[in-house]
């Protein structure tokens, strides 16, 4: 009876709970018809004892049959409940034995004084148990509100997590582009040490197209420059915006000279591809300028060779407007080459 209780108590049964029920019914009436058996006799209440086990039988055959229709249908045992943080199994075992004693004096004899004594006993056993389920269901009650504030804060956390993560993301990435941008680029290039290559590009033609289309149309080219470099960037390569229309690529491993140029006039060639921005066919160019390290070269080095190549490029290159030429049509407008920066200004004029 008491391991048939204890598994009744337990979160996860072993057995559905219609079998459990009958294997409970049929260790009742077992139990109470061994225990009493010797009055029953004696008061010769031998067919209710005989009785009693024939049902206590019955239950226990039509449990078993239970059983094994739930276990091939696949649903053997109840779904996973909240388990209670307290255990009724030892009240259940008071409640037992003051049933059992009720049960005795019921078919023994009916003395008052022992009435008396045994309900006494009854309430105050009654009253224990109470007090103690009382505490419990408080105590249960804070260890649930304990559990949603736990759950809370971790929900705090997993938003605090996010939230840094998305300041780190924003402190480090360009807001407009989505690409790394300076300061990220300058700790990579500290990380990497000097024996990787270094792209820097400069949009030609690209004030031009800001101020004849507005700042929206410029926008969007600079959007549509950073997908062609994310395009043409190799496995492991950071492609940084560095501000305004200066972009830089770091490679994730060293390159030769001419491997780097190679690079440079693929990136070059895919940012001359026309593109439409607002209704409108634009085109712009841009200046690469390239410079390869070695072990033990700082990446300060790197760039300012990087920064000298491309200005060098830009002054020796005389830029067009974007429209296509037509046959026959008007030639179109060159764009001066803008200064080196040690003799003027940096940009487009």
């Known amino acids: 009876m008491f391991a048939l209780?204890?598994?009744?108590?337990?979160?996860?049964?072993?057995?559905?709970?219609?079998?459990?029920?009958?294997?409970?019914?049929?260790?009742?009436?077992?139990?109470?018809?061994?225990?009493?058996?010797?009055?029953?006799?004696?008061?010769?209440h031998i067919p209710w004892q005989q009785g009693a086990t024939v049902v206590a039988v019955a239950a226990l055959t039509a449990a078993t049959r239970v059983q094994f229709l739930q276990m091939r249908a696949g649903t053997s045992s109840a779904p996973r409940t909240r388990r209670r943080p307290y255990s009724l199994l030892p009240y259940a075992a008071v409640a037992g034995t003051f049933?059992?004693?009720?049960?005795?004096?019921?078919?023994?004899?009916?003395?008052?004084?022992?009435?008396?004594?045994?309900?006494?006993?009854?309430?105050?056993?009654?009253?224990?148990?109470?007090?103690?389920?009382?505490?419990?269901?408080?105590?249960?009650?804070?260890?649930?509100?304990?559990?949603?504030?736990?759950a809370e804060?971790?929900?705090?956390?997993?938003?605090?997590?996010?939230?840094?993560?998305?300041?780190?993301?924003?402190?480090?990435?360009?807001?407009?582009t989505g690409l790394a941008n300076r300061a990220l680029f300058q700790r990579r290039l500290a990380s990497a040490g000097g024996d990787r290559a270094v792209l820097l590009l400069d949009l030609d033609g690209f004030k031009p197209v800001n101020d004849t289309y507005g700042h929206a149309a410029g926008d969007a080219v600079l959007t549509a420059v950073a997908v062609r470099l994310r395009a043409h960037a190799g496995p492991g390569d950071l492609v940084a915006r560095l501000g305004g229309d200066e972009f830089a690529l770091l490679t994730a491993g060293p390159l030769t000279g001419a491997e780097a140029r190679e690079r440079a006039a693929g990136i070059a060639a895919a940012i001359a591809v026309p593109m439409t921005v607002l209704g409108q066919e634009v085109r712009v160019g841009a200046s690469v300028g390239v410079a390869t390290g070695?072990?033990?070269?700082?990446?300060?080095?790197l760039v300012h060779e990087a920064d000298l190549d491309m200005y060098a490029r830009k002054a020796g290159t005389v830029r067009v407007r974007p429209e296509p030429v037509r046959a026959g049509g008007p030639p179109v407008t060159p764009i001066p080459a803008a200064p080196h920066p040690r003799d003027g200004t940096r940009g487009e004029p």
Do not use: Y
Request: avoid cysteine; charged fraction near 20%; glycine fraction near 10%.
């Open 99 to 150: 049933a059992l004693l009720i049960g005795v004096l019921v078919v023994d004899g009916w003395q008052p004084a022992t009435w008396i004594a045994v309900g006494g006993a009854a309430g105050g056993s009654a009253l224990v148990v109470v007090r103690q389920l009382a505490a419990f269901a408080d105590n249960a009650r804070l260890v649930t509100m304990l559990d949603a504030k736990v």
């Open 5 to 44: 209780v204890k598994l009744l108590l337990m979160p996860v049964k072993p057995f559905a709970p219609l079998a459990g029920a009958l294997l409970s019914l049929a260790a009742t009436l077992e139990g109470a018809a061994t225990g009493f058996r010797p009055l029953l006799i004696e008061h010769g």
């Open 153 to 176: 804060l971790h929900s705090l956390l997993a938003e605090r997590d996010r939230l840094a993560a998305e300041l780190e993301h924003r402190a480090f990435h360009d807001a407009l």
């Open 294 to 301: 070695r072990a033990g070269r700082s990446g300060d080095a």
